[in-house]
């Protein structure tokens, strides 16, 4: 009996002491959140400030303008979120990334039909530049991705891809599956490829070669040149849109 008092006693006891690690870690944990909101609040507050003093720098270099973006990124705010608050009010960035977005939605579209709903980054940049003419803010490629990121929310298909070495604007819904990319990659380099070409470089039979090559074709991201030997099926979205 005696030992079984000592043993629920200890159990007790180690109830206890559980108990209290727990407040103390508790009591840690809070204090340590509270310095980190003021750290953050303070940071804020500094990043506020600089926004201020260079805010014209903010809006007349991209460069600039994409290395400020990528700060607030880090301490999870986002100036572009809203076209609204203080942010748009300070830098105008909201209203800025917006209009962006719509200009670029306005050439994806007017493109599709001829580029099957891909173009190359650059050459969507150079359409933007003489839409929005000579004396409107400039802008770069890391302005264009990051208006991109404002559409996917209207559930339109607009994406950001990599084939290759080419960044590639995807306006229309559409998985670029493997086989997809693979051909496309093979014809990054020279903007073209034949299932010749397919065949022998990636080792595929010539059923898949052409089901793939067929596929593309019919969903406008490639074109066919019957005049050559063996015909050539051109990527339109890697040759510059006039």
Not at 21 to 27: D, V
Not at 130 to 139: D, F, S, T
């Amino acid at each position: 009996m005696s030992r079984r008092r000592v043993g629920i006693h200890g159990l007790q006891q180690q109830a206890r002491t559980n108990a209290e690690f727990q407040r103390a870690g508790e009591a840690l944990a809070h204090q340590q959140l509270e310095q980190l909101k003021t750290q953050l609040s303070v940071f804020k507050t500094n990043l506020e400030d600089f926004a201020r003093k260079y805010r014209k720098d903010i809006k007349r270099d991209p460069k600039f303008r994409m290395h400020f973006q990528r700060m607030c990124t880090n301490i999870g705010i986002d100036p572009l979120a809203s076209n609204k608050g203080f942010w748009s009010e300070l830098l105008g960035v909201g209203d800025f990334y917006y209009e962006l977005g719509v200009q670029i939605a306005e050439i994806c579209i007017a493109t599709r039909e001829r580029n099957g709903g891909l173009i190359d980054i650059t050459d969507l940049k150079r359409l933007l530049e003489r839409l929005r003419g000579r004396n409107a803010q400039e802008i770069s490629e890391d302005d264009i991705v990051r208006s991109i990121k404002n559409l996917k929310p209207l559930g339109n298909g607009f994406d950001v891809v990599q084939i290759g070495s080419r960044k590639l604007v995807q306006s229309v819904p559409r998985e670029l599956n493997v086989d997809f990319s693979t051909v496309l990659n093979l014809a990054q380099v020279v903007g073209f490829t034949t299932i010749r070409e397919v065949t022998s470089k990636l080792n595929w039979d010539a059923d898949r070669s052409q089901r793939v090559l067929d596929d593309l074709l019919k969903d406008g991201i490639c074109w066919i040149d019957m005049q050559t030997e063996p015909a050539e099926y051109w990527v339109a979205g890697f040759f510059a849109d006039s």
